[in-house]
């Protein structure tokens, strides 16, 4: 089934060791989102990628970083991992940027630092 | 700017009860409403959207209608199951940055058998 898929589902790091977490996704959808949801919370959209133009939030802090190297590809870089930073990160999806289009979440990445 | 409020949780109810959970929003234009479904360990499922007023958007038994007089999109269901115990989210895109979704905080639901 066509999908968007996070890779690996639980990784830990240590406290300021960068970690790159990933998703990939076989909708050939042209925006793909990461989204940080802490405990109880919503999910707090990072950027997005509509195609290779990169938007990041205004309020998103520098230490996090995104690469698109193609349509099916995204990578969530994270250079400097804070206590702060352990979170669930959710990729989504959508096939443009249209309000009427849902976006295709994963399962998510839950991440903890050490 | 834009925002979404939705009736805090948890709520807990007996297998067979009605469910709704409310939701209000706050946009200018015209913007879409969705409600996603996160289960435990999983990410968000789209359940159902609306895209312009009086709009009913309908799935898994369950219901929502796009209200502009009320600025509302409640959830509704007339006979929840243990399965769907769940955290419910409340979202728009606003129709001035379509590429965006606004979510509500969330709302748990935990199904009694």
């Known amino acids: 089934d066509a999908m968007v898929i996070q890779n690996p589902r639980y990784q830990v790091t240590q406290f300021g060791k960068p970690v790159t977490l990933s998703c990939s996704q076989t909708l050939n959808h042209n925006v793909m989102y990461w989204y940080q949801q802490k405990s109880s919370q919503a999910p707090k959209l990072l950027f997005h990628?509509?195609?290779?133009?990169?938007?990041n939030e205004a309020d998103t802090p520098d230490n996090f970083q995104s690469r698109r190297p193609n349509t099916s590809f995204c990578f969530l870089d994270i250079r400097s991992p804070g206590l702060g930073d352990a979170a669930m990160y959710l990729c989504?999806?959508?096939?443009?940027?249209?309000?009427?289009?849902?976006?295709?979440f994963g399962d998510g990445t839950r991440l903890s630092i050490l | 700017g834009d925002s979404v409020t939705q009736m805090e949780g948890p709520v807990t109810l007996s297998e067979e009860a009605f469910l709704t959970i409310n939701c209000t929003y706050t946009?200018?234009?015209?913007?879409?409403l969705f409600w996603y479904v996160q289960y435990p360990g999983e990410g968000l499922q789209l359940l159902l959207k609306?895209?312009?007023?009086?709009d009913k958007g309908s799935n898994k038994g369950f219901e929502a209608t796009y209200r502009k007089e009320t600025t509302s999109f409640h959830l509704e269901k007339g006979s929840v199951q243990v399965s769907d115990s769940a955290v419910y989210f409340c979202?728009?895109?606003?129709?001035?940055?379509?590429?965006?979704?606004?979510f509500g905080s969330g709302t748990r639901l935990s199904i009694r058998p």
């Open positions: 609306a895209t312009k007023a009086d």
């Open positions: 989504a999806t959508s096939r443009d940027p249209n309000s009427n289009q849902p976006q295709h």
């Open positions: 990628y509509y195609d290779k133009d990169f938007n």
């Open positions: 979202a728009l895109s606003p129709y001035s940055s379509a590429s965006k979704i606004i």
């Open positions: 946009a200018t234009g015209y913007p879409s």
